[in-house]
């Protein structure tokens, strides 16, 4: 009889554990949930505030002293960011620099940007006159 009650108390212990660590999880999983929209939400903004550095130059009559500091922008990110844009094809901090020195001042341009598919990113900016 005696381990007949032992038996029954581990057995109402087991199912107590059990109890507790369901409830646990049910209070939990919300907040992993509103965890996980939160660092959506973060991961949104940033890319909204990397792209808002550069889609303010983008038109079909940017003045070419605009597309130059475009570009400085551009070296800036491409010395200090893994996420590298490229301008007309090039990424290259010379490379850069000739295509700066190639850009009219008085100019008018068109510039066109492409982001990418996976992050978001702006990562291709193209000038033409």
Known sequence: MENATKGLLIAAAVLIVILIISLSLMVLNPGNRIAGEASKTF?????????????????DSVRGNQVRELID???INNNSSADKIEFNGKTDEDDLKTERSNITASGRYKVDMEKDSNSGLINKITASM
């Open 43 to 59: 991961d949104e903004l940033t890319v909204s505030a990397f792209n808002a550095r550069y889609s303010s130059y983008e038109g």
């Open 73 to 75: 922008k551009i070296i």
